[in-house]
């Protein structure tokens, strides 16, 4: 079973494709997750970004998803020390698994020497194939 850390944006992004989460994952992130899925989803419906119709759908994803909520002292401890040696204004982004999944480009750079930083993808049912796309020049190569 692999264990993968998310966001509220990750948590978003998988209610808005309606996912299927493949059986085998863990999904765990900070207690801290649904208050902030919370106010994103108010945020992006005061923006006209969304309906509350579809926030409200897309909390009750969040809600049903089969999410470990953490925020031990072992986790607290990891995410202290963390936020420290990355000079992080704060502790937020980091929980102890096998790998994180983020939107966040910036955060996936700063941490990716630290942990493994996995592709959303990763967590859909069927799973999903990502392709590389060569440019044109180069398509010859690859033949």
């Given at each position: 079973m692999t264990r993968y850390v998310i966001g509220p944006d990750?948590?978003?992004?998988?209610?808005?494709?309606?996912?299927?989460?493949?059986?085998?994952?863990?999904?765990?992130?900070?207690?801290?997750l649904r208050s902030q899925v919370l106010s994103l989803l108010y945020q992006a419906v005061g923006r006209?970004?969304?309906?509350?119709k579809e926030a409200e759908r897309q909390?009750?994803?969040?809600?049903?998803?089969?999410?470990r909520l953490l925020g031990d002292r072992v986790l607290q401890t990891?995410?202290?020390?963390?936020?420290v040696l990355l000079g992080w204004p704060d502790t937020f982004d980091q929980l102890h698994a096998d790998a994180l999944i983020t939107l966040?480009?910036?955060?996936?750079?700063?941490?990716?020497?630290?942990?493994?930083?996995?592709?959303?993808?990763a967590l859909y049912w069927p799973p999903r194939v990502i392709r590389a796309v060569l440019p044109r020049k180069h398509a010859h190569n690859a033949e």
């Open positions: 990750v948590a978003i992004r998988l209610a808005h494709d309606e996912a299927v989460i493949y059986g085998g994952h863990q999904i765990l992130a900070p207690t801290l006209g970004e969304m309906t509350r909390l009750e994803y969040v809600r049903g998803l089969r999410i990891v995410a202290w020390k963390a936020a966040d480009r910036q955060l996936a750079d700063a941490v990716k020497d630290l942990v493994t930083v996995a592709a959303l993808e």
